[in-house]
């Protein structure tokens, strides 16, 4: 059965802090490895991960994949209120693009 | 495109009535997801949809759930009797071959 666990379960940092989300998995033929923010409502896409080492960015956020120990990171630079959510990473196999989902992890970034 | 659009946004109950969750996905996505979030479970695949039929539903929790795509552009998720157990919300997500999925903004269910 796939696995996903993130790490840590929640978090709380002060406005400009640097925090880095973790993300383990176990998957049968693996494909990709996404990560996705949710506020209050929907998940919405940030990352989509499929190579080992090569590092993807968009403005304060990075994420790069070891596809041999089998993890992922998140990284947020200088936080801000904003970045506040719970932060959702997931596993595609090769065959059906369907997601198994972690936990989450849930952050909150204080003024 | 609007997105993927669920019906209805906020759904309340009483236990043993039929509740069915409406879906349309992004209009040239050939895979729909039907996904349940909890506190305790998070977000569990329910059932997928490639091209209009039925793939893996083994995340389906029972036979009182079922789900339909009759077309391209629509999906129903129907909880037959419903029970306070099914309360939570309900995503629906589509995405192509090639393509990260793209999430609803849920339905949140609630059975009294």
């Known amino acids: 059965e796939d696995k996903v666990v993130q790490s840590p379960l929640s978090l709380v940092v002060h406005e400009g802090d640097t925090v880095t989300l973790n993300c383990s998995y176990e998957?049968?033929?693996?494909?990709?490895l996404l990560w996705y923010k949710q506020e209050k409502k929907a998940p919405t896409f940030l990352f989509m991960l499929?190579?080992?080492?090569i590092e993807k960015k968009s403005g304060r956020l990075s994420s790069i994949l070891d596809k041999k120990e089998l993890f992922s990171i998140l990284n947020i630079t200088a936080t801000q209120t904003g970045d506040s959510a719970v932060y959702l990473c997931?596993?595609?196999?090769?065959?059906?693009?369907?997601?198994?989902f972690g936990g989450g992890t849930r952050l909150m970034v204080k003024p | 495109d609007a997105g993927v659009i669920q019906s209805p946004r906020h759904e309340v109950t009483e236990m043993g009535q039929e509740v069915t969750l409406r879906c349309k996905p992004i209009?040239?996505?050939?895979?729909l997801f039907w996904y349940r979030q909890t506190m305790m479970r998070g977000l569990e695949l329910l059932i997928y949809?490639?091209?209009?039929?039925?793939?893996?539903d083994s995340g389906m929790p029972e036979d009182r759930f079922s789900a339909k795509m009759p077309n391209a552009s629509f999906s129903t998720l129907k909880i037959q009797p419903s029970e306070p157990r099914d309360s939570a919300v309900y995503f629906c997500?589509?995405?192509?071959?090639?393509?990260?999925?793209?999430f609803g903004q849920g339905t949140r269910l609630t059975v009294v």
């Open positions: 997931a596993v595609e196999r090769n065959a059906g693009n369907m997601l198994t």
């Open positions: 949809f490639n091209n209009n039929v039925p793939i893996d």
């Open positions: 998957v049968t033929n693996f494909r990709s």
């Open positions: 997500a589509s995405s192509t071959t090639s393509s990260e999925a793209f």
């Open positions: 499929t190579s080992s080492g």
């Open positions: 209009s040239g996505h050939d895979y």
